[in-house]
């Protein structure tokens, strides 16, 4: 990295220290009772992970057609578990790309802008409403850049690079999966018929390091992709929950409710599904993303890595049936924490950050009463955000069954389901996994029910918080000791030099901002891992050193390597702090690992198995160093 280069980075560091820390808001109580949370709103300042890089697109590509041919609605779709669910799409078999040599002779290698390599698919899908593609993975570079969008607009394509691929499949084998599904990687949904993936390679990467297949494409043979009201909209192409819902957008005294609750798509292996959940706060404010749903949406890792969520899919304004244009779509999955079907609840964390304004819902553990008033925010069908509005009419015993549930309800307040009926709106397939609100905080998780616009006598069943909070309270309320670490984990960036093969990491946002718009040999490649801003407790400082010599820099938690680097101030510049990490490795953590590059001197930091091992078999110059240190993969 050049002098220049070095200096700009020191100044936006200077200027961004406020940047690296979350805005805490909410306070918890705890009473007799139980435990109430209050809300947090996500501040306006909050860094995204996957930042608009239109400068990678410099010119067309020339995709390899992959036609799948005109779909054909099964005539009688087999038994499913997830029969109460909303189905959106069926995945359709791609022969033609189902072998890694399959996909070798489709990929029709060009030299990139760059210097590297560049290759794309088209896949093609018939009448499709939309389109996701499982690229299952067997090797792919670190480095590597994929991309997925429509033909018509590669400018707006979703640019992932291949290590932040590699860490959610990480996921998926750290829970014990080692099916081909859990080394997919489904891509985010495209409108329309037709998909691209595009595979960019830096100079110095052989095509032969693409081991890839693309076994099946999921059909969305539903139309969930709203016109956004963008002034010229006319019309919208979605509104399908029943004439009784309301739209919540016409009650603005539940905001802040409604900001915490997000519609959900998501693949299983039979086919893609939709439902709702709610990003809930915790204890310390930290701003993680915990978000609840049920147990009958998502019930493994695997499933929870393939999420979509959409944030503010509401109306802007009240009854006006068009997709508000502040809507959010996050893309990049989730990680699974806990999940059970009795009661029907799964906790995640988002592998993104919520947007602004974006509220981490209060919640509260106390029991309800029969007759408490409730207040239920969902997206039935799939449709644009709705509220309903009942009360508690006793509680139900609820048994899973394959794609169903049995219950027997009771006027007593025993049993670990609420049994709810609604006076005004309604809830369908697709609000399952919602949130049951309570004098503006959550207390209950919509698992089944009978109720629906022509049985407006129905009830819902949702799982009672209370129920769920003694196994999720380790996330949500956790022991707080007085050398606590503060705030919320950061993000560290990784980018790649095309031109030295050196690479950099970052955890501020602006310094990362500062090289993606004026340093254009730098290749982005999302968040490598998560650590923290703050010293705390069990912490040890990760410090950053720019090496002269190599034009490279150096991070380091060990005190002699960095009293050396110090003593050796005419090659090293010592530039502070980068992050905190742990020295040790717990439950939670993951390791960094380090490489030497013996012929240029440079070092290279990995956080994901996949890449390790991909280096230390494919590159004999970077000798590996082993553990670094640890740090955490998710929020």
């Not at 022991?479 to 030295?500: L, P």
């Not at 960095?562 to 005419?570: F, I, K, L, N």
């Amino acid at each position: 990295m050049t002098p220049l280069l070095n200096q700009s980075i020191q100044a936006a560091k200077t200027a961004a220290v406020a940047a690296m820390l979350f805005v805490m808001a909410g306070s918890a109580a705890a009473n007799g009772e139980g435990v109430r949370m209050s809300a947090r709103v996500q501040p306006a300042e909050v860094a995204e992970e996957f930042v608009n890089l239109k400068r990678s697109a410099v010119a067309p590509v020339a995709a390899t057609m992959v036609e799948l041919g005109a779909w054909v609605t099964p005539k009688a779709a087999p038994a499913s578990s997830r029969d109460d669910l909303i189905k959106i799409g069926a995945t359709r078999t791609s022969e033609a790309s189902a072998s890694v040599q399959a996909v070798s002779a489709l990929l029709n290698w060009k030299p990139s802008p760059r210097g590297g390599l560049i290759a794309a698919m088209n896949f093609v899908s018939n009448d499709a409403f939309g389109m996701r593609a499982g690229l299952q993975i067997d090797a792919l570079p670190g480095n590597a850049l994929v991309r997925v969008y429509e033909p018509e607009f590669r400018d707006e394509a979703f640019e992932i690079a291949g290590q932040r691929i590699q860490q959610l499949l990480q996921n998926n084998a750290a829970s014990g999966d080692t099916s081909a599904a859990a080394n997919t990687w489904w891509t985010p949904a495209v409108d329309g018929d037709q998909l691209v993936i595009e595979i960019e390679l830096p100079a110095g990467f052989a095509p032969s390091q693409v081991q890839v297949s693309v076994p099946s494409v999921l059909h969305i043979y539903e139309n969930i992709f709203n016109l956004v009201d963008d002034g010229t909209a006319v019309s919208t192409k979605l509104n399908n929950a029943g004439a009784c819902t309301l739209d919540s957008t016409c009650f603005d005294e539940y905001s802040r409710q409604r900001d915490a609750v997000a519609r959900m798509h998501y693949v299983t292996a039979e086919g893609g599904y939709l439902c709702t959940g709610t990003l809930l706060n915790d204890r310390t404010g930290s701003g993680t993303p915990y978000f609840l749903t049920a147990n009958h949406c998502i019930a493994s890792q695997t499933e929870a890595s393939t999420l979509q969520t959409f944030w503010f899919y509401r109306t802007p304004s009240c009854n006006s049936r068009l997709l508000s244009s502040a809507s959010k779509t996050l893309k990049n999955g989730a990680k699974l924490l806990y999940t059970s079907s009795t009661p029907d609840a799964t906790l995640l964390v988002l592998n993104d950050t919520p947007p602004a304004g974006a509220v981490f819902a209060g919640w509260d553990t106390t029991a309800l009463n029969n007759g408490t008033a409730i207040v239920g925010i969902h997206h039935p069908g799939g449709d644009m955000q709705k509220i309903s509005f009942g009360n508690v009419i006793g509680t139900s015993a609820c048994t899973p069954g394959k794609g169903y549930y049995t219950c027997m309800g009771t006027s007593a307040m025993t049993e670990s389901f609420y049994r709810v009926q609604w006076t005004k709106g309604m809830t369908e397939g697709g609000s399952s996994g919602s949130g049951l609100f309570v004098n503006g905080v959550l207390t209950g998780v919509l698992s089944n029910g009978t109720a629906s616009c022509t049985a407006t006598g129905g009830v819902n069943n949702y799982a009672r918080f209370d129920k769920i909070f003694p196994a999720i309270k380790q996330w949500l309320y956790p022991e707080v000791t007085g050398t606590q670490t503060g705030g919320a984990r950061t993000a560290v960036y990784r980018f790649y030099n095309t031109q030295t093969g050196a690479h950099f990491y970052t955890s501020n946002v602006a310094e990362r901002d500062l090289v993606i718009n004026n340093y254009r040999a730098y290749q982005y490649e999302n968040v490598v891992f998560q650590a923290y801003a703050q010293a705390g407790e069990g912490m040890v400082a990760v410090h950053r050193f720019y090496n002269r010599q190599t034009d490279s820099h150096v991070y380091t938690i060990n005190d002699g390597e960095r009293a050396a680097m110090q003593a050796d101030s005419a090659t090293f510049g010592y530039d502070g702090v980068a992050w905190y990490a742990k020295a040790e490795s717990t439950n939670d953590t993951v390791q960094v690992f380090r490489f030497r590059n013996v012929q240029t001197g440079r070092y290279f930091y990995s956080a994901s198995v996949g890449e390790r091992d991909f280096v230390i078999a494919t590159y004999a110059a970077l000798q590996y160093e082993g553990v670094s240190y640890n740090v955490w993969q998710g929020q």
